[in-house]
C-alpha cells in the first residue's frame, strides 16, 4: 500500500486551515471535502500527519470505496479485503462510522455487516475471530455510507486526535483541543505578540498557542497511535518522524496570558502546562476578567466565555461587563471571542468586523472579531489623514467629507436642479438659482 488514499477528518469551518496546515507540513494536492481533506501519500505521511496536524480529528486509510444497490454488497465488498494481512488474532477491533442512507432502515445494520464480513475472514485463513471491543478497540474501522456510495477505511489515529496526552484535569466545560487549534488558525495570530485569554479554564488555548509558537506538535506526549497495533507498522520509519520532531523548550520573547476567576482551574491549568516544555512561556492568574490590564499596548484577545447553556443562569449584565472592558482597557487589541449565546454577542455592544461559524461539541457558534480601536471607529474613519487600503481590483474609498461640505455640495446640486426645472417651465433662473422675480 504505497500509495494511499489518507482522509484526515476535522470539526465543521476548520477544513481549510487544516489543508493549509497540511500544505505548510510540505505536502501537495490537498482537497477540501466536508468536514475533512484528502491527499495522496505513503505509511510516512500518515505517521507525519498523526504527529504533527492539530486541526485534525483523525487520519484514516482508504481500504475500498465502491458503490452498492441493496444490503449484502457492503457484506460481500468487505469479504474481499484480506483483513489477516492489516491485524492479527490478539487485536480486538471495531467498526464505527457514518451512515446516511435510504436503503437501511437501521443506521446500526451496515456496521454489522462489516463486522461479521470480518469475523468471517479471520475464521476461513485461521479457523477463529479477533473480539470486538467497542470502547477501547485496538484497531479501528470506520465505514462511511452515504446513500450507495460506500467507503471503507482503518482509522490509523485510534481515539480522536484531541486527546493529546498532556491534559491531566480540566474544568467544567472545557474547550476541544482542536477548536483551540483552530480558532488560533482562524484568528490570524502571527504566534510571535502578546495573547490573551480571560476565560481560560484548565489551559487549553493558551497551551495550544504556546505549542503553536515554539513549533511543537501538538501530539507530543501522545504515547499511542493506532497504526502502531497494525501489521503495516514501520517502526523504523516511526522513530525517524518521532526524532524529528522538535521537543526542546524555547524563548519566545513574548508571554501567553490566561486567567480564570475558578481557582481550581488554573492549578489544573498550571499543572497541564508543566508537562510541556512551554512551561517559561505561559502565566496563568487567577482573576476576574474585568481585573485584567492589558500586558502590551497592542495584542490578541481569543477567549470562550460561558455561554449560559450549562450554568442555567442570565449572563447577559456579564457580556455586557465585558464589551465594556474591551472598549476600557483593550484599546489597540483585536479580540475574537466564540460562543453560542446570540443574546450574549448582542450585549457586548460592538459590532464584529467578522463573523465565523463553527461547533464546539454540539453545540452551533459563532466566532467573531472585533477591533478595538484607540477612540471610537466613527472617529478612525473620520480623520482627514485616515488612508484606508486598497481593495483588490478597486479604487481606495475616498474619506468622508466633513458634514458642512456634504451640505454644501448638496445645495448646490439642488439649485441646479431647480435652475433646470424652471428652465424647463419657462421662468426665469438667476446664478445663485433664484428666480429672477423673487
Known sequence: MKNLTITVKTLFGLEQVLKQEIEELGYKNVKELNRAVQLEGDWKTVYDLNLNLRCAISVLVELDSFRITEEKDIYKRAKRIDWTSLFTMDNTFAVKGAVNSTLFNHSQFPFLLVKDAIADVFREKEGERPDVDLRDPDVMIDLYVREKQVTLSLNTSGVPLFQRGYRTGTGEAPLNEVVAAGLLKLSGWDRKSTLIDPFCGSGTLVIEAALMAANIPANIKREYYAFQGLKTFDEKA?????????????????????????????????????????????????????????????????????????????????????????????????????????????????????????????????????????????????????????????????????????????????????????????????????????
Open 238 to 438: 516511526w522513530k525517524e518522524i518521532y526524532a524529528k520532531a522538535n521537543k526542546n523548550a524555547v524563548d519566545l520573547g513574548f508571554t501567553i496570558y490566561g486567567s480564570d476567576l475558578d481557582g481550581e482551574v488554573i492549578v489544573k491549568a498550571r499543572r497541564n502546562a508543566g508537562v510541556l516544555p512551554i512551561v517559561a512561556n505561559v502565566d496563568f492568574s487567577v482573576a476576574n476578567f474585568k481585573d485584567v490590564k492589558r500586558p502590551t499596548p497592542k495584542g490578541m484577545l481569543i477567549t470562550n466565555p460561558p455561554y449560559g447553556e450549562r450554568m442555567g443562569e442570565n449572563i447577559d449584565r456579564m457580556y455586557e461587563e465585558l464589551g465594556d472592558w474591551f472598549k476600557q482597557e483593550l484599546k489597540g487589541y483585536e479580540c475574537w471571542v466564540i460562543s453560542s449565546s446570540e443574546d450574549g454577542f448582542k450585549n457586548l455592544g460592538l459590532r464584529p468586523d467578522r463573523r465565523l461559524k463553527l461547533y464546539n461539541g454540539s453545540l452551533p457558534c459563532s466566532f467573531r472579531k472585533y477591533s478595538i480601536y484607540d477612540g471610537s471607529k466613527r472617529a478612525k474613519f473620520n480623520n482627514e489623514e485616515y488612508k484606508p487600503k486598497p481593495r483588490k481590483g478597486k479604487p481606495a474609498p475616498a474619506p468622508k467629507k466633513r458634514k458642512e461640505e456634504t451640505d454644501n455640495k448638496e445645495q448646490v446640486v439642488t439649485n441646479n436642479l431647480m435652475d433646470k426645472i424652471r428652465k424647463i417651465r419657462g421662468e426665469g433662473a438667476s446664478k445663485y438659482g433664484k428666480r429672477e422675480d423673487d
